[in-house]
Nanobody, 112 residues
Framework: QAQFVESGGGLVQPGGSLRLSCVVS????????MNWYRQAPGKERERVAW????????NYADSVKGRFFISRDNYRKTLWLQMNNLKPEDTGVYYC?????WGRGTQVTVSS
């Protein structure tokens, strides 16, 4: 059974940084595009970053482009999201995903 376990969230001031991690097991991590989604209170879940199976192509939502950076290690079956220059509107629960598999999420709160 696939398990996606996110970590690294927390409370950070505007302009700060966080690095999220997602450790995957029971899933053919090396073969699929991996995604980071987030869900802000009262809003729909949105995809913020994704990376192809080999890591050669990354894409970002316009709202995070130039501030967030996605990466992966296929040997360690780990996905990361480096988030810089965080803004209050980045607040939400961040989820790791591929196909129909989801983690439970990690909370990111950006507030002074």
């Amino acid at each position: 059974q696939a398990q996606f376990v996110e970590s690294g969230g927390g409370l950070v001031q505007p302009g700060g940084s966080l690095r999220l991690s997602c450790v995957v097991s029971g899933f053919d991590f090396n073969s699929f595009t991996m995604n980071w989604y987030r869900q802000a209170p009262g809003k729909e879940r949105e995809r913020v970053a994704w990376i192809t199976s080999g890591g050669s192509v990354e894409n970002y939502a316009d709202s995070v482009k130039g501030r967030f950076f996605i990466s992966r290690d296929n040997y360690r079956k780990t996905l990361w999201l480096q988030m810089n220059n965080l803004k209050p509107e980045d607040t939400g629960v961040y989820y790791c995903n591929s196909l129909n598999s989801w983690g439970r999420g990690t909370q990111v709160t950006v507030s002074s």
